[in-house]
């Protein structure tokens, strides 16, 4: 009879964690996998050979099998995908062998791969699935409304039922929970992801930011930290990507290292351009920054029009499609105020420029 150990789950977001299987008697590897689980978040079952409860081994998303588990299961477990052969013996060369033998897609050995193998199991715990669709928006120059644009997508997708997040990538723009009337809402800023390397859990990563017009914000406070690591940038980024749905950035137009990290992980990137000459001209110099890492950059320009320009001679001479004029409108929060964040007003002109970028951007984005 196959022995059973369990273990007690840690906490984590509730419905979406994912249960390994572990097959080994080793008592050495045995600790390694479970350490390796609990970094993950991941609860584990673990057997000795394979389950005699029906199913077990067939619907476990990830199966991690002992090298000393491979004679108990050979020819006994059905065929299927994510089997991982773990060993500890790098000069083995008999371990591929075994491996096909179980039908494996890959063969790990400890402790080299450990890193690799978090990952897998921290996918399982997460539940991962299409990675949201991530938007970033940056001004064409100062004061060119990127922040505002940005905020009202991330208002409009929630309003849409859509998963949404809003990233404040910007560290001198006073942030996006002041403009959001949010300053004072409980929960953790940048400075307390700088430390983060590696990977950041998608749920505990959510559950600790603002919940602010129905969705969760990650801005700056009013500390002295004015930036993080461009490690803690792409670790934060990575996790909000994987709990799926939409994250909409707000970009600086200066483009160091750790803004490099963020346009690393945008799918959509909009440039947004005041429709005057100057505006142009500095638009021309971001967007070659900008292009250098993120290759869907479009434009959207903000009236009112100097003469001889319009969205598309502005889009034109930007060399860049054109999303559209994005609209004015009236009654924005300003801090301190009880006026609505932009793109609160759902029949507003902002609102239905944001339903309607949405409504295309995700048929693309399905569509690819």
Avoid: K, N
């Avoid at 749920?203 to 002295?224: I, K, T």
């Amino acid at each position: 009879m196959a022995e059973t150990v369990t273990h007690d789950p840690p906490p984590g977001p509730a419905g979406r964690q994912g249960r390994p299987l572990i097959l080994t008697e080793d008592a050495g590897l045995l600790d390694d996998l479970l350490r390796l689980c609990a970094a993950a978040g991941a609860t584990p079952e673990v057997h000795h050979g394979l389950p005699e409860r029906r199913g077990g081994w067939e619907t476990a998303p990830l199966v991690l099998v002992g090298d000393d588990a491979v004679r108990r299961i050979r020819g006994a477990a059905s065929r299927r995908h994510g089997v991982v052969l773990i060993g500890r013996d790098q000069d083995d060369s008999g371990v591929w062998r075994r491996a096909v033998e179980i039908g494996a897609d890959h063969v790990l050995m400890l402790p080299d791969g450990e890193q690799w193998l978090v990952d897998r199991i921290a996918d399982v715990a997460e539940g991962v699935g299409r990675p949201a669709l991530t938007v970033g928006v940056i001004g064409g120059r100062g004061g060119a409304g990127a922040s505002t644009l940005a905020c009202a997508l991330a208002v409009t997708a929630a309003r849409e039922g859509l998963r949404a997040l809003l990233v404040d990538a910007d560290p001198l723009g006073g942030g996006l929970d002041v403009l959001l009337g949010g300053e004072t809402a409980e929960g953790l800023r940048w400075p307390a992801f700088a430390a983060s390397r590696g990977r950041v859990g998608g749920g505990a990563l959510e559950e600790s930011l603002p919940w602010l017009h129905s969705l969760r914000v990650l801005s700056w406070d009013r500390g002295d930290c004015v930036s993080v690591p461009p490690e803690a940038v792409r670790a934060v980024l990575a996790a909000a990507r994987r709990r799926g749905g939409t994250v909409v950035v707000d970009l600086p137009r200066r483009v160091d290292e750790t803004a490099a990290e963020a346009l690393a992980q945008i799918d959509v990137g909009l440039l947004v351009v005041p429709a005057e000459l100057r505006a142009v001209a500095a638009a021309a110099r971001v967007a070659s920054v900008a292009r250098m890492v993120l290759r869907d950059l479009r434009v959207v320009v903000r009236g009112p029009y100097a003469p001889g320009l319009d969205e598309c001679e502005v889009a034109r001479l930007l060399g860049l499609p054109l999303v559209g004029e994005v609209p004015a409108e009236s009654g924005l929060r300003r801090p301190g105020e009880g006026r609505t964040p932009p793109g609160a007003a759902a029949r507003g002109p902002l609102a239905r420029f944001c339903t309607a970028f949405w409504e295309r951007a995700l048929v693309e984005a399905g569509a690819a």
